[in-house]
């Protein structure tokens, strides 16, 4: 198959640039960048080469090169590879090592190929999610959850320990926004924000207080309100789907039948 790479700008994350690409004769000469690598393969293998030393990039690891971090790349055995990358920007990871560790300063990440199955299995559906501009909230929860996985993994900062819930009163706030907002994209930032808390820190706080994540949770009340919806029978399916902030029908259908055991039309 013909060499072949795109890259997708996710308009909801400045600074983020997702990279997808097919390899067979391509390769890399030595090279560096300005910005922060992460890459995972699903197919294939690609051996890179950085700190003097010689690693396979392969499915069920992680590639992790900070900028100036000099290196190559090339499929092993001159077979070819599919290399899925999130490009990032300096500003996005300073921002998201401080929000995660609680440090302000420069993010130290350390170059390294890691061996983690389920974290790269993550990754690559997260890849496939942000280019398909799935929900947000549902995106940002991922994506901050994978991101103190890699810092626990390869930064000189650790991770902070989240003690302790939300308050009573921060709790019925984030409630009540979501009942009234039910129809829009909310996203973690916007609840975080009626917290005064890092998206970090309220993630945490919010499944500590009520045992799920706000995405889970916002997605059941989704739900909730549209068995109320559907026993209207004035009311479409299409329009409650939209109505509950569903945009996409066959995803409002398959999570209806996964809560319940049966499709909208059958409720």
């Not at 190929?113 to 929900?135: K, T």
């Not at 924000?193 to 009520?210: A, E, I, P």
Request: glycine share 8%.
């Amino acid at each position: 198959m013909k060499d072949h790479v795109r890259y997708h700008r996710a308009p909801a994350m400045p600074g983020l640039v997702l990279g997808e690409a097919r390899f067979s004769e391509y390769r890399f000469a030595p090279h560096y960048h300005l910005d922060y690598h992460i890459g995972v393969i699903p197919e294939g293998a690609q051996r890179q080469r950085f700190n003097g030393a010689a690693q396979v990039l392969a499915p069920g690891r992680i590639s992790i090169m900070p900028p100036g971090q000099i290196h190559d790349g090339a499929g092993v055995d001159g077979e070819g590879y599919v290399l899925k990358t999130f490009r990032l920007s300096a500003g996005v990871i300073d921002g998201l090592n401080e929000e995660v560790s609680g440090r302000r300063g420069e993010a130290r990440w350390v170059g390294s190929v890691i061996e983690q199955p389920q974290l790269s299995r993550h990754l690559l559906r997260l890849h496939g999610a942000m280019q398909q501009g799935r929900a947000q909230l549902a995106v940002d929860e991922n994506w901050l959850q994978l991101v103190e996985h890699l810092i626990r993994q390869t930064s000189e900062h650790k991770a902070l320990e989240i003690e302790g819930g939300l308050s009573r009163a921060h709790w019925l706030q984030v409630r009540d926004f979501c009942h009234a907002h039910i129809q829009d994209n909310i996203t973690l930032e916007q609840l975080a924000q009626l917290c005064d808390l890092s998206r970090f820190q309220f993630l945490r706080r919010f499944k500590h207080t009520v045992g799920m994540t706000p995405h889970a949770w916002l997605v059941r009340l989704r739900l909730e309100r549209a068995c109320t919806l559907l026993a209207r029978s004035e009311t479409s399916i299409a329009q409650v789907a939209m109505a509950v902030g569903f945009y996409d029908q066959s995803h409002f259908n398959r999570a209806f039948r996964s809560a319940f055991g049966v499709a909208p039309s059958g409720y």
